[in-house]
């Protein structure tokens, strides 16, 4: 094992053995290396006359561009926009992406929490998990509605094995059931990956406050019995909050700092919450109980991700960085996101009024949802997937067969005043197919 790997071992074993013991063989190995960009670093430093060591190509003092590239990007510099962003991101973008968080989850104030690193999208957050923490064999929890990429990342690339449980339970979330599944999974384990995705994809529902506080509940006392948790926070559409039980705090506050063997990990993006699909600036935090909030836990962890950010891909796009900061920074930034929450919260309205219709009752039922961008259907007398491709064929209308019954409808991507019209083509199709049968 490299020294640097051990060196990061030890520090993460002084602070909380638990979470050296959480670490996949990969995530014991990984370490960031003190080659080119630590030199690099220290010579922006201390390279006063001439600086030759980073990989790019200078100009009058200002990084090298086309004026055929920088037309395009106005209001934006080369210095600003093209250099290398280093692998744990921004500095300032980081700090001010916490600050948010702190803004919108008060109740992490007071509780430990790493600086956030900057990922190329919440996906490849999931990613970095994945290969830190799990290990082949290692349980992982899921619903059975779950968006289906965790088991590309978790199940074909690093082996783990799948524990379900239903997740709705009389109109709402299941805390029994995951609570038995939680149970089932430690049997005969140490360790216990859990993935929480509220608002979910694809049934567009969040906890509830008491919902909230029994997946708490149930994760802590499991790390008190002794299995260890790693408990990630899928935050993807964080924000979108729409009905007034829906808990507008991450379920990430109520597990940061609560047990030495509760590892927190919150995987949120700029992706939806600022609404830049495209741009690709994710965030990876870490919380731990039993230590301080200044651990030294925290910088060994986040040296580990820079290993893994710098051995993937060096590191995420600068010009995709500045952009979200300049957002973040705006003295507008929440009062912009709140009117486009508001105009979500009156497509999701809509759509509970269009489907309070009872003659749909005789083509499916509606699962509950309260947030996010999607809604699913659970189809009584017809295939998700035979319908959906009807549905393209013969009324060019496009929605997502998640299940054997379920279909989900992005109702994020549908105008109000077409909601309506949609519902009502997707009910014809059903009627199609069941007259056909």
Not at 122 to 141: K, M
């Amino acid at each position: 094992m490299n020294p640097l790997a051990t060196e990061l071992n030890e520090i993460i074993r002084k602070e909380n053995p638990e979470v050296l013991e959480m670490l996949s063989g990969l995530g014991r190995e990984m370490y960031f290396p003190k080659g080119i960009l630590t030199q690099s670093a220290e010579a922006k430093v201390k390279a006063k006359r001439f600086n030759a060591t980073l990989g790019v190509a200078t100009e009058q003092g200002k990084h090298m561009s086309l004026p055929s590239l920088m037309k395009h990007l106005p209001g934006f510099t080369p210095d600003e926009a093209l250099p290398y962003a280093g692998p744990a991101g921004l500095p300032e973008l980081r700090a001010v992406w916490k600050a948010k968080t702190l803004k919108d989850n008060p109740s992490l104030a007071a509780k430990p929490m790493g600086l956030p690193i900057v990922t190329n999208g919440l996906t490849h957050g999931l990613s970095i998990v994945a290969d830190l923490f799990c290990e082949a064999g290692d349980p992982l929890l899921l619903p059975d509605q779950i968006w289906g990429n965790y088991r590309l990342t978790y199940c074909i690339r690093r082996g783990a094995q799948v524990v379900t449980y239903p997740f709705y339970d009389r109109g709402g979330f299941n805390v029994a059931g995951f609570r038995a599944a939680l149970a089932k999974a430690a049997v005969g384990k140490s360790k216990v990956i859990v993935l929480l995705n509220f608002p979910n994809n694809p049934t567009g529902y969040s906890l509830t406050r008491p919902e909230a506080l029994g997946v708490a509940q149930a994760l802590i006392a499991a790390a008190e019995a002794g299995t260890r948790i790693v408990a990630v926070a899928d935050d993807a559409y964080y924000s979108l909050f729409y009905d007034a039980d829906a808990a507008t705090e991450s379920v990430f506050s109520l597990l940061a700092g609560a047990h030495p063997r509760l590892l927190a990990v919150k995987c949120d993006a700029a992706t939806k919450e600022v609404f830049v699909w495209g741009l690709r600036v994710g965030f990876l935090s870490f919380s731990a109980g039993g230590g301080r909030a200044d651990s030294p836990l925290y910088d060994a962890l986040e040296k580990k991700v820079c290993g893994e950010i710098r051995g993937v891909m060096s590191n995420c796009a600068m010009l995709s960085q500045q952009a979200v900061l300049r957002a973040l920074k705006s003295p507008t930034f929440f009062e912009e996101r709140a009117a486009k929450r508001e105009l979500m919260r009156a497509r999701a309205d809509e759509v509970k009024r269009v489907l309070a219709d009872p003659k749909y009752a005789a083509a499916w039922e509606m699962y509950p949802f309260n947030s996010g961008y999607f809604m699913c259907l659970r189809l009584k007398k017809v295939a998700a997937e035979a319908l959906r491709k009807h549905l393209l064929d013969a009324y060019g209308v496009g929605t997502i067969a998640t299940a054997e019954y379920d279909l989900r409808v992005a109702f994020s991507c549908v105008e109000k005043e077409n909601i309506a019209e949609v519902f009502e083509l997707i009910f014809q199709g059903a009627m199609d197919l069941q007259g056909a049968k």
